[in-house]
């Protein structure tokens, strides 16, 4: 089967101008000013000027729930296939929370699972916020081994009052399961990192860094935008080779109590000079957004995945010229960092996981995921 898009302005996340895409089963054949069809019956698809992108790969999410402080009322819901779809993200990557224990990674696999055959590029990770780790078949490599969505571990917590504190050698031993795991299978083998407000910052990656052979790339930090002086920390981590998760999702009280706002953490970012493909957005959908004073927890909101498009479509209307960059942050760059080689481009041989967005509103009105067309003009299939 082949399927033609024509006419639409293309981020890949390079922006080209406007380009035509060939389609052939599940991955892009060709990106031209003009494909040469050679007498093929192909289904064209006019984009009518709208860009086409790639589908978004989410480093950092909850399909299972994530959080729940504050006792079992708090439990977030789950997210499911519909919430991602409608959010653009064909790629949404898994983990576990701050509860480990009323949600277990057993049912974690099963909601990627149904994400998948529903037509999603939906992976996970293994373990959580917790040390040792908890895992599906009782080993860390073994899962990213023999369990085909496991990508590596997540989100273990360090510097936060809610991990288990771990200790270098536990972080080292983490890691150095999830690079074993991740060399044998062909997949990134990487420790998504939740980092809390705690004091320590990215201490504890550093000094399982400084006392291993491990390299720097077998961490990813997320929530670094928590506070200026954890992203002035991770620009740093950046800069020498280190790739950074912002994290979307926020509250207005969170900002006020020094969180750094996504877009102004990616600026930042960029002008001080990180190198192109070293950092990331990620949702955290189905997260929990707990508001503490003094220790106390206030109130608990959850979030959604819609953030990154939004946050997209602003920066299209208000700033176009950091749009590629934003575009790379929800595509290219997440997925380099994962070990995911043929995703969040639109390359020839590359996945053919892309969306379509109104020329005008930028709103999503197509999505392609693995060559299947799971939204029509703005139609779920
Ligand atoms: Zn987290």
């Avoid at 708090?74 to 480990?100: C, I, M, Q, Y």
């Avoid at 085909?148 to 917590?157: C, H, I, K």
């Avoid at 960092?337 to 999503?364: M, S, V, Y």
């Amino acid at each position: 089967m082949l399927t033609l898009i024509t006419n639409a302005r293309v981020f890949a996340p390079e922006p080209l101008g406007t380009r035509q895409v060939l389609i052939a089963g599940d991955r892009i054949a060709a990106v031209a000013e003009t494909v040469d069809l050679r007498g093929n019956a192909v289904d064209v698809i006019d984009a009518d000027g709208g860009i086409l992108l790639p589908g978004l790969v989410d480093v950092l999410t909850h399909p299972c729930g994530g959080g729940g402080e504050g006792g079992f009322q708090n439990r977030t819901a789950e997210v499911g296939f519909e919430a991602f779809l409608r959010a653009g993200v064909t790629g949404p990557v898994g983990a576990l929370g701050t509860d480990s224990i009323t949600r277990s990674l057993d049912v974690l696999y099963g909601t990627v699972m149904e994400l998948r055959r529903n037509g999603l590029d939906a992976f996970m990770y293994t373990g959580s916020y917790r040390v040792p780790a908890d895992t599906l078949t009782g080993d860390i490599a073994r899962d990213l081994v023999l369990v085909d969505p496991v990508l590596g571990v997540g989100e273990l917590a360090i510097s936060d009052h809610r991990s288990s504190q771990p200790t270098t050698d536990e972080i080292r031993r983490t890691a150095a399961d999830a690079r074993l795991g991740g060399i044998i299978s062909g997949k990134g083998g990487i420790v998504l990192v939740h980092v809390g407000d705690g004091e320590g910052g990215l201490a504890p990656i550093r000094d399982a860094l400084s006392t291993s052979d491990l390299p720097i790339t077998s961490f990813l930090p997320t929530h670094v935008n928590r506070n200026q002086a954890l992203l002035d920390e991770a620009i740093e981590f950046a800069k020498e080779g280190g790739c950074i998760d912002i994290t979307v999702s926020s509250v207005p009280e969170f900002i006020e109590q020094g969180e750094v706002p996504a877009l102004q953490a990616l600026e930042s970012v960029i002008a001080a000079g990180v190198p192109d493909g070293n950092y990331s957005l990620s949702s955290d959908a189905g997260g929990s957004l707990p508001l503490y004073r003094d220790g106390k927890l206030q109130g608990l909101q959850a979030a959604g995945p819609g953030v990154l498009l939004e946050l997209l479509c602003d920066v299209l209307s208000g700033q176009p010229e950091t749009a590629a960059a934003t575009i790379a942050s929800m595509t290219r760059n997440p997925a380099r960092a994962l070990g995911l080689e043929t995703k969040g481009r639109i390359e020839p041989d590359c996945d053919a996981n892309f969306l379509i967005l109104n020329q005008a509103t930028h709103a999503l009105t197509d999505v392609f995921c693995r060559g299947r067309r799971l939204m029509r003009r703005g139609a779920i299939e």
